[in-house]
């Protein structure tokens, strides 16, 4: 299990960057951070790597400035980016096969460790209850509008500006499956 720990805003971004690289996923993060042993060394190394394996497709890291750019809109919204070993980062979703390194989240994040129950596509709940909602796209559009964030926290794994498409649900449902907590 991943110990917690603090981060700061340069490891943040590392992190960022190196989930964001196209064709890097979460099982390709942790990967690379067990071989590297630092975000910075693994983020150095990517352009390398397709050579050493023959592969011609070159892997360019995520740009820091797209990642400053992303965190910022995140914030702009009232959101926080958590990273896996953040002390809030809900415990149990830290113990599934590869965990995602980063979420978007916007709304109360201590939802995150109260007890929950899972379901997926419950459209309507009670009134009553407060809500964690998985999407599979992004966190920065709430659909429908009065689903606003008072009472909740919206989670996603996906960028900003991401529109869902069905290869997202899966990745959705691991992460709801690794929210539930009970009492």
Request: proline share 9%.
């Amino acid at each position: 299990m991943l110990a917690t720990r603090s981060i700061d805003p340069a490891e943040r971004s590392a992190w960022l960057r190196l989930i964001r690289t196209q064709r890097v996923g979460p099982h390709s993060f942790w990967s690379l951070l067990d071989r590297f042993e630092t975000d910075q060394a693994a983020l150095a190394a990517l352009p390398e790597l397709p050579r050493q394996s023959g592969t011609k497709q070159p892997l360019q890291p995520f740009a820091a400035d797209l990642a400053e750019q992303e965190y910022r809109a995140l914030r702009d919204l009232g959101g926080h980016l958590l990273v896996a070993v953040d002390g809030v980062f809900p415990p149990l979703l830290r113990q599934i096969n590869d965990p995602p390194p980063v979420l978007s989240v916007r709304g109360n994040p201590d939802l995150l460790a109260q007890p929950s129950v899972a379901m997926v596509r419950a459209r309507n709940a009670s009134t009553n209850g407060q809500t964690i909602a998985v999407v599979a796209g992004r966190v920065d559009i709430i659909y429908p509008r009065e689903h606003g964030v008072d009472r909740a926290v919206v989670v996603a794994e996906m960028p900003l500006g991401m529109q869902p498409t069905a290869r997202h649900f899966p990745h959705r449902n691991r992460i709801i499956a690794g929210l539930r907590r009970r009492r």
